[in-house]
């Protein structure tokens, strides 16, 4: 990846709200999507709260989903119950960093469309064999 590209994903993820890195091998994702949220971590108020889906797990819905968020290491602990995540979510300015997002269930990817509606400050870097399907989402394919 050249510097131009690089930086042109650093602003995307500035300036948008939604960007997914997509392609067939997690690992190249995953490296990707970690550096970028490294480069940007001083970016944001609340920092990074980044999540790697395992894929032995048998998929995430908003429960499963929530409760990971809740275990990420440096983030205070989340409230219970979704609509509480969603709430305390909305007052942070933070980089949610979603790694294997072809393991989230439906169910899990409308909450954090939900999120996006009622969270200004927080911006999703999305790591997935394919987009999340967001409507303001930005997609970099490998």
């Not at 994903?9 to 990707?32: F, I």
């Not at 409230?79 to 007052?91: H, K, Q, R, V, Y």
């Amino acid at each position: 990846m050249t510097s131009g590209e690089m930086s042109r994903l650093l602003a995307a993820v500035r300036r948008g709200r939604v960007l997914s890195v997509t392609g067939a091998l997690r690992g190249p994702r995953s490296v990707l999507v970690r550096e970028i949220a490294r480069r940007l971590a001083s970016n944001f108020y609340d920092g990074v709260a980044a999540i790697a889906f395992d894929p032995d797990h048998g998929g995430y819905g908003v429960r499963e989903l929530t409760a990971e968020l809740g275990c990420v290491p440096g983030m205070p602990f989340l409230p219970c119950g979704t609509a509480n995540a969603a709430s305390w979510l909305a007052e942070r300015d933070m980089l949610l960093v979603l790694d294997g997002t072809e393991e989230l269930h439906p169910d899990a990817a409308a909450w954090l469309r939900g999120l996006l509606d009622v969270a200004p400050g927080v911006r999703i870097l999305a790591a997935g064999r394919s987009p999340l399907g967001f409507e303001q989402e930005r997609v970099h394919r490998l």
